[in-house]
């Protein structure tokens, strides 16, 4: 998994050179997710969601690479988000904490001050949760590294404030559990859809 990740940063980094302006920044939001339904049975549990949605925060670092209006955007950021549920032999909800480092590469474009941009966001399970019920078909919930995408838009104030509005979503409904890329292959997950927002600060 660590070869795949590897791979995935170091194709971002190595076009870096092509981008004579390079800005450093510092982020930091919120953002609702759809929280993840089981329909799944085992004997006499059955999983329900308290809540359709969740609310998580993040935080992290990213680069900015700039030519002739067109950017590239890599970053890294440590996300978490808390799901309530319910089993129906146990007397009270249980909470389910995800922590996770995101990894989003994206490329966009500059309109003015607005930004439109789209890329591709690994993701690094941080930790195991502890599992809901103790069943192995829960494993595959805290599989540690997969693929999915980022895209949205954003605009910046004073060459230094940078706000963002993204959808975060899954590529395995298009491109199916995996795809392969310099002889590596990469698992797509089926991750909830998220909005995100963030401010950031550019040095």
Partial sequence: MMKKLFLFILIAFTVTSAFPQIKLGIKAGVSTTTVPTYNFTNGTNTISALKT??????????????????YLQPEVVLATNTYDYTVNNLPNPIKQTFNKLDIPILVGVKLGPLRINAGPAATLQIGTPKALINDPNFTDMYRKTTFGFQAGAGFDLFKKLTFDLRYEGSLSGRFGSSVALGGQ?????????SVLFSVGYMF
């Fill in 53 to 70: 949605a969740s609310y998580g925060i993040h935080g992290g670092l990213f680069l900015r690479l700039s030519l002739l209006g067109i």
């Fill in 185 to 193: 292959t990469f698992k797509l997950d089926s991750r909830q859809p």
